[in-house]
């Protein structure tokens, strides 16, 4: 072939025909060369397919593959994923609620092959399972206990996913409910609920703070009045110790003085102090009791003529008529 091109070509053009494809050559080869390698990052595998036929796993670092033969299909991360996934469900007293799971899984190295060829789109299809599982689950569980039995929800949505994607090369680690949003016109309904609830206990305990006030100012009171009293008794003992060592004295220092003397005296000195005390104070109810300046020598028998007749005036009167005045 060759002895035919130089007979055919002067040894000029073949030269000037070289010059001009060699270049061109040896960058397609060059070209050719380099694509035949090919890098994988860390945690992630490649998929190389040779004329759409799968021909191996690449796993990280520096790979080698047949030039324009084989191709890199796709690559797949082996790190841990999560899908969050808004499901919209009613609970069995018949409230719509939108619930939001959030699925943590990741491709089991060993079965690359099933999680990439078996599974056409695995996040559409883990999003139809969880609305699945919720939708079976909820339904059963009223409003009030759906915030308590969360985790027993998160439970269901990652067993059912699990058994189920284990076999296309998913594991899932966990499934967690991070949300539970009731209409917006039942949850206000429950937060006036609460609200009402909070209020009721706030009277409760007024009322109760109210009662304490008001039995300890009973108590206290009633604790004043017995004190009133045995301060009264103490001073009335007083006095009468008072008027004893005073009549003795008085017997003593004043010969020929009698005791009725030494009263007389004391009872004068009291009822002048009394009118003082009368005058002084506005707005009171008094009995006037008849005397004459001229007449100490028989203010005892006034004071007593007039009790007596105070006394039986009173009996022919109610218990609503005024204080009668005696001149």
């Known amino acids: 072939m060759k002895l035919l091109l ?33 890098t994988i990052e860390q945690q992630t595998v490649g998929i190389v397919e040779r004329f759409g036929k799968f021909i191996k796993i690449a796993r990280p670092g ?42 943590q899984f990741f491709i089991l190295p060993e079965k690359v092959y099933d999680a990439f060829y078996r599974l056409e789109d695995p996040r559409m299809q883990i999003n139809s399972y969880v609305f699945d599982v919720i939708r079976a689950k909820v339904p059963k ?34 499934a967690l409910v991070t949300d539970i949003e009731p209409d917006a016109k039942v949850k206000e309904s429950m937060n006036e609920i609460n609200a009402a609830q909070r209020m ?5 305990e007024k009322g109760e703070a109210e009662k304490i006030l008001k039995v300890k100012s009973a108590e206290a009171e009633a604790m004043s009045k017995a004190l009133q009293g045995k301060g009264i008794a ?27 003397d030494v009263m007389n005296l004391v009872l004068l000195t009291q009822y ?8 002084q104070t506005g707005k009171t109810n ?9 007449g100490m020598s028989d203010i005892a028998n006034q004071i007593r003529d007039a009790l007596i007749v105070g006394n039986e005036t009173s009996k022919g009167t109610d218990s609503n008529s005024q204080p009668v005045a005696i001149r």
């Open 62 to 103: 520096l790979n080698l593959k047949l030039p324009i033969i084989d191709r890199v299909a796709g690559k797949i991360t082996l790190r841990l994923q999560q899908l969050d996934v808004k499901a919209e469900t009613k609970t069995q007293d018949n409230v719509f609620v939108h619930i939001m799971v959030s699925v």
């Open 272 to 279: 002048f102090d009394t009118i003082k005390e009368i005058g």
């Open 6 to 38: 130089i007979m055919l070509y002067p040894m000029e053009d073949f030269l000037a025909i070289f010059t001009i494809l060699g270049p061109c050559l040896a960058l397609i080869l060059l070209i050719l060369f380099f694509s035949s390698f090919f």
């Open 141 to 174: 569980i009223n409003l009030d206990d759906l915030f308590e039995k969360k985790d027993e929800i998160a439970l269901a949505v990652k067993q059912e996913l699990n058994e189920t994607m284990i076999g296309f090369g998913f594991e899932i680690m966990n």
């Open 234 to 260: 103490d001073q009335r003992k007083a006095i009468i110790e008072g008027l004893k060592e005073s009549v003795d004295d008085f017997q003593k220092s004043i010969r020929g003085s009698s005791p009725q």
């Open 200 to 204: 009721r206990v706030a009277a409760n």
């Open 286 to 294: 008094t009995i006037l009791i008849p005397h004459s300046p001229g």
